[in-house]
């Protein structure tokens, strides 16, 4: 059963048809090496599954970090 919102962004999960969208559904390996397995999968929306994908802990901490600091561009 999907649950009706993403558990890491909170935003309502929505059937799509076609392209995934930010609100799709997507299954999260929760240790990837043990792959698709009962109990080693969730439901997250595309969106977070997109921004956990390659970043490592240490890259969305430090990405955190710097965003919490108030450091904006400057044109």
Do not use: F, Q, W
């Not at 609100?23 to 997250?44: E, F, H, M, Q, W």
């Amino acid at each position: 059963m999907l649950p009706d919102a993403c558990p890491v962004l909170g935003i309502k999960l929505m059937n799509n048809r076609g392209k995934a969208k930010d609100n799709s559904p997507s299954v999260d390996r929760i240790a990837p090496s043990l792959g698709y397995t009962k109990g080693n999968v969730c439901i997250i929306s595309h969106r977070a599954n997109m921004l956990k994908n390659s970043a490592s802990v240490a890259e969305l901490e430090a990405i955190l970090k710097y965003v919490k600091s108030g450091v904006r561009a400057r044109g």
